[in-house]
């Protein structure tokens, strides 16, 4: 069993920056794709952003290319999401996944991964 931890929401203005960092106890992610997604009041869960369990691909969105990014450290067992330029829209909970596979297959979906964080808020004032 995977327990993934997020951390490093909060409140920022417009422009500025957060790290939001995901923790994996319970097995090592080194073999498994992990991914980023984020949920609005009233919206569906959003894909953000993907890496491959190598760290050799990674995938986001259109809304977040250039200034989201994505990465992971091994020795760490976790996974990042840099997030800069923040604007107001970018307000939700954000969430971490882990697929357990190494797979790169469908990772703009939801479906395809089987761990979830318990998710942090980020609220992006004007």
């Known amino acids: 069993q995977v327990q993934l931890v997020e951390s490093g929401g909060g409140l920022v203005q417009a422009g500025g920056s957060l790290r939001l960092s995901c923790a994996a106890s319970?097995?090592?992610?080194?073999?498994?794709?992990m991914g980023w997604f984020r949920q609005a009041p009233g919206k569906e869960r959003e894909f953000l952003a993907a890496i491959s369990w190598s760290a050799g691909s990674t995938a986001y969105i259109d809304s977040v290319k250039g200034r989201f990014t994505i990465s992971r450290d091994y020795a760490k067992n976790t996974v990042y999401l840099q997030m800069n330029s923040l604007k107001p829209e970018d307000t939700a909970v954000y969430y971490c996944?882990?697929?357990?596979?190494?797979?790169?297959?469908?990772?703009?979906?939801?479906?395809?991964?089987?761990?979830w964080g318990q998710g942090t808020q980020v609220t992006v004032s004007s």
């Open positions: 319970g097995r090592t992610l080194g073999r498994s794709a």
């Open positions: 996944a882990a697929t357990g596979s190494i797979s790169t297959a469908n990772l703009a979906k939801s479906d395809t991964y089987h761990y």
